[in-house]
């Protein structure tokens, strides 16, 4: 048995090829009671919950869809049914993908705009990347493409900054300024979408980012954890272990994804080698090695499609987030870095900002450590 947010989907082909839905009026009905759910949460962890049961709701539309939705016969000819079967459930997946959580997303950062006046604004990216200057480059797009406006939206410090909460801050010429800005305009639940070129370019390169700096902090916690429970167990810890473990204490403090001004390979090779002597890993967990080294082999980094077949992330991030992941970036899914890049569809708008709005929304949970199962709590 199915909730009543499924129904039976009926679509025509438009000129152009791409599909059209000719009663979109459940899933307005729907998109507008989650807008509402995530816009007047009473906390982060209402939130989160209102974000999780979104995730959880869209598979189960997407299963409904690909049984029951009335889609017209494709254009072309195909080898066999089956290929045929693939090409309908990826073309529904995308449909639906955009149509839900792209236009949930959307008009939740509206209300963002709208009610609180700010974007978060995020720091500490310690790379040679300027990710901090793409990140803002990001805010800047989305912003005009969201609500066509002229300049960026607030912004807000972390909360670690203790700024007060009737300051809102602008960037204006690379630098971070108090400013007044108000916006107009309202968006309807489902509409006309327009594009945000720079955002949908630059998100995923920010996602795999900052999802694997977020990793590391994830398994530094790990072996935090252990050393801080031979501590409790009255056990002796050497002068090593006490020295990453009050530089992990003070990263997570100052919210860095990176320990000390020292070379990250050397921090995580040290605390491999002590947490493999004490038990806390194991030589043989390859897996786990390759990702904290970030390295496949000697000279091949890991890569984003790899990192999220690996079972070792199973372990560790919520599984509405790694499918949301997988549907997102998957090679049989999606695929949104080839087919942005490389303009896989002729009847499909990549560029458009309902997928930059949900990489955005994506970007936002992992820096905030939403997609993990576990909080890091010192």
């Given at each position: 048995m199915y909730p009543k947010f499924c129904y039976i989907k009926k679509y025509k082909i438009s000129p152009t090829g791409s599909s059209i839905l000719l009663n979109p009026q459940l899933a307005n009905d729907y998109i507008a009671e989650k807008r509402d759910a995530l816009s007047f949460a009473k906390n982060e962890e209402n939130l989160l919950k209102v974000k999780l049961n979104i995730l959880r709701d869209?598979?189960?539309?997407?299963?409904?869809?690909?049984?029951?939705?009335?889609?017209?016969?494709?254009?072309?000819?195909?080898?066999?049914?089956?290929?045929?079967?693939?090409?309908?459930?990826?073309?529904?997946?995308?449909n639906d993908f955009h149509l839900y959580l792209g236009n949930i997303c959307l008009n939740y950062h509206e209300d963002l705009l709208d009610m609180k006046h700010y974007f978060p604004l995020m720091r500490n990216f310690e790379n040679i990347t300027d990710y901090e200057s793409l990140y803002n480059n990001v805010i800047e797009d989305y912003a005009r493409a969201l609500k066509n406006a002229p300049a960026p939206p607030f912004l807000i410090l972390p909360k670690s900054h203790n700024i007060p909460k009737n300051i809102k801050f602008v960037i204006q010429e690379g630098k971070i300024i108090s400013k007044d800005y108000s916006y107009q305009n309202s968006l309807n639940s489902v509409r006309s979408l327009p594009h945000?070129?720079?955002?949908?370019?630059?998100?995923?390169?920010?996602?795999?980012?900052?999802?694997?700096?977020?990793?590391?902090?994830?398994?530094?916690?790990?072996?935090y954890k252990s050393i801080q429970n031979l501590k409790n167990g009255g056990k002796n810890i050497s002068i090593e272990e006490e020295r990453l473990c009050m530089a992990f204490e003070e990263a997570i403090k100052f919210n860095n994804i990176v320990m000390e001004n020292i070379p990250k390979e050397q921090i995580y090779e040290n605390m491999w080698n002590i947490g493999c002597k004490r038990g806390f890993f194991n030589e043989k967990q390859k897996e786990l090695h390759s990702i904290f080294l970030h390295k496949l082999g000697k000279n091949k980094p890991i890569t984003l499609g790899w990192l999220l077949n690996s079972e070792y992330i199973k372990e560790i991030i919520r599984p509405e987030y790694l499918t949301l992941m997988l549907n997102l970036f998957g090679t049989k899914r999606i695929n949104i870095r080839n087919s942005i890049m490389h303009g896989y569809s002729a009847n499909f708008n990549y560029l458009s900002i309902g997928f930059a709005a949900v990489m955005l929304q994506l970007f936002w949970d992992i820096i905030d450590r939403n997609v993990f199962k576990e909080k890091i709590k010192i």
């Open positions: 869209f598979e189960q539309i997407y299963e409904y869809d690909k049984l029951y939705s009335q889609l017209p016969e494709p254009f072309g000819t195909f080898n066999s049914e089956e290929d045929k079967r693939v090409f309908l459930e990826r073309h529904l997946l995308i945000a070129y720079s955002a949908t370019f630059i998100l995923p390169a920010l996602i795999e980012n900052s999802l694997i700096s977020n990793i590391d902090i994830v398994i530094q916690f790990l072996f």
